[in-house]
């Protein structure tokens, strides 16, 4: 057998390269989001900032329609995968500015494009498989994904108590189809985007007199909540199942 003569003077720079490779997009996007608040960038994706432009963003809107609704998409997609807290009061703007029917597709287009970048630059820079380290709950969750990946990630959109940049991330910790990821991110994001997306639209008038739109508990709302929950079910029925069916064998 002949020695290993490995050089591992070489070896250091390709390990430090492939880190770099790794970790750097991590790194513009944690400098991207610290840059978005240092700027004071939520106070322009606030209710307050929407009524203060109002009169501004329409006739921008109507005068460069398709530009606004691409630029719109863009920005939607740079604020979910740089994880900015608060997207809802975007989908609320895409209401007001475009409709509902160019302002629902909008927003799960751009919700899905972002979600997925930093999905991937998740998953690249921490790894699939990290959660199984964290104790036998994730390990167990693991398992029931594995088992039932679109129902569980489905599920996981329609929960309104889990925020969305965290929903985003959760899956890279795991080894989770791209494509699945994707599919129940886009339909997954539907029903709450119908409903924000839905106040904005409207909501003219109450901006014009100055008045309040209340948003506080609004995807636990009876009417907003039990569709959700209904689907909820129906993303259960192949986890039930599939253990009724464990259980007769």
Known sequence: MEPDTTDMSTLEPQVKKSKLKRFLPLAIIAAASTAFFALGGPKYISLDSLRDNQEFLKAFVADNYLLAVFGFVAIYAVLVAISVPGAGFLSIFAGFLFGLTTGVPAVIIGATIGATIIFLVARSALGSGLAAKAGPFMAKFEKGLKENELSYLFI??????????????????????????????????????????????????????????????????????????????????????????????
């Open 156 to 249: 996981l959109r329609l929960v309104p108590i889990f925020p969305f940049f965290m929903v985003n991330i959760v899956p890279a910790l795991f080894d989770v189809k791209v494509r699945n990821y994707v599919l129940t991110t886009f339909f997954g994001i539907i029903p709450g985007s119908l409903v924000y997306v839905s106040v904005g639209n409207g909501i003219g008038d109450a901006l014009s007199a100055g008045q309040d739109v209340p948003l506080s508990g609004l995807m636990l709302r009876p009417a907003v909540i039990l569709p959700i929950l209904g689907l909820m079910l129906l993303s259960m029925i192949p986890i039930v199942y599939k253990k009724l069916s464990k259980k007769k064998i």
